[in-house]
């Protein structure tokens, strides 16, 4: 089972957001933990991505993550965007 590490940035961005969408967002991301058997969960590479990142889509947030290979497989949790224009561009 994958360990969680959440970055600085990410842990400040999910903390400006409102509940109840906070909730949900962290459930969503503890689910990340059975990976990589997430069937239900909205999950997608990012597209000509060099870390091979990839966004959990929570509404309208996404949540940008990558898998750290090794003991113990650990995934990062990058960053917590709500999701415009401009969620991807320069990441």
Known sequence: MPELEWK???DKQLSQ???????TIRD???ELRNWPDVEHLVIEKLTDD???????VVGNYR??????KG?????EILEVLRRTSKTYSKR
């Not at 957001?17 to 909730?23: A, G, K, L, M, V």
């Not at 060099?50 to 959990?56: A, G, H, S, T």
Request: glycine share 0%; proline share 10%; no cysteine.
């Open 50 to 56: 060099k870390e091979q990142r990839r966004k959990l």
């Open 28 to 30: 969503r991301i503890r």
């Open 8 to 10: 600085r940035k990410a």
């Open 71 to 75: 003991q113990p497989v650990v995934i």
């Open 17 to 23: 957001i409102p509940e109840p969408y906070r909730s």
């Open 63 to 68: 949540v940008l993550w990558k898998v750290v």
